[in-house]
């Protein structure tokens, strides 16, 4: 199993950037998938952002030219830089590795606040 814990949430003004990172533990050698979902209130939880082993990365449509995700296998790690954040970024960011065998782990969460 994987254990997943996240930092680098908080509060930002419109316009400004955050960088979240995901420090995984256990079984790292064997992630396949590391991303970013975010989950707003009363909303279902979305994918942000995803970069597999082979580096292909996956963003979803509204953060597609504002936010870079990258990874670091060899440590287990994830990152997500965001920049140009705006108000409807405001969510619960959650770290998720998908290891090979479909194994699905998540962190904690870490909240983001953008203040218009």
């Known amino acids: 199993q994987v254990q997943l814990v996240e930092s680098g949430g908080g509060l930002v003004q419109s316009g400004g950037s955050l960088r979240l990172s995901c420090a995984g533990s256990g079984r790292i050698f064997n992630i396949y998938a590391m991303g970013w979902f975010r989950q707003a209130p009363g909303k279902q939880r979305e994918l942000v952002a995803e970069v597999t082993s082979d580096d292909v990365t996956n963003y979803a449509d509204s953060v597609k030219g504002r936010f870079t995700i990258s990874r670091d296998s060899a440590k287990g790690t994830v990152t997500l830089q965001m920049n140009s954040l705006k108000p409807e970024d405001t969510a619960v960011y959650y770290c998720?590795?998908?290891?090979?065998?479909?194994?699905?782990?998540w962190g904690q969460g870490t909240q983001v606040t953008v203040s218009s």
């Open positions: 998720r590795a998908v290891e090979r065998g479909a194994f699905v782990s």
